[in-house]
Nanobody, 121 residues
Framework: QVQLVESGGGSVQAGGSLRLSCVAS????????MGWFRQPPGKEREFVAAFSGSGHTYYADSVKGRFTCSRDKNTVYLQMNSLKPEDTAVFYC?????????????????WGQGTQVIVSS
C-alpha cells in the first residue's frame, strides 16, 4: 500500500504562484511514475503533469511553460507559476502507473485526497 498526502494548495490572485507537494509513504519505489491531476468545478478530472521513474516529465498543453513537476525521493512537487483563474481546481497526486499512458487516471494505483487551488482574477 502507498499513502499520498498533498499540501500547498490555497487561494492566489491571477499571475501568482503556488507550489504543491505530495509525500508518498508505504511501499514506494523510485521506479514509480507519479502524476498530478486536477478537477475543476463541475468538470471531469484531467491530467496535469507526470514525473516518470526514469526522470522524464510530461505536461498537459494547458500548463506547459507555467508548471514544473519535480521529484525528490518520495516527494513530488508541482511548481505553478503564472496562475490563471481557469487553473482553479482540486489537485490530486497519483502514484504507480500500472502500464498505459501517464495521462490516463485509471492507470494509477494510488491517489491522494486532493488539495484545493483557487485563482481569482
Amino acid at each position: 500500500q502507498v499513502q499520498l498526502v498533498e499540501s500547498g494548495g490555497g487561494s492566489v490572485q491571477a499571475g501568482g504562484s503556488l507550489r504543491l507537494s505530495c509525500v508518498a509513504s508505504g511501499r514506494t519505489y523510485s521506479s514509480d511514475t507519479m502524476g498530478w491531476f486536477r478537477q475543476p468545478p463541475g468538470k471531469e478530472r484531467e491530467f496535469v503533469a507526470a514525473f516518470s521513474g526514469s526522470g522524464h516529465t510530461y505536461y498537459a498543453d494547458s500548463v506547459k511553460g507555467r508548471f514544473t513537476c519535480s521529484r525528490d525521493k518520495n516527494t513530488v512537487y508541482l511548481q505553478m507559476n503564472s496562475l490563471k483563474p481557469e487553473d482553479t481546481a482540486v489537485f490530486y497526486c497519483a502514484a504507480r502507473l500500472m502500464g498505459g499512458s501517464y495521462a490516463t487516471e485509471s492507470r494509477y494505483a494510488y491517489w491522494g485526497q486532493g488539495t484545493q487551488v483557487i485563482v481569482s482574477s
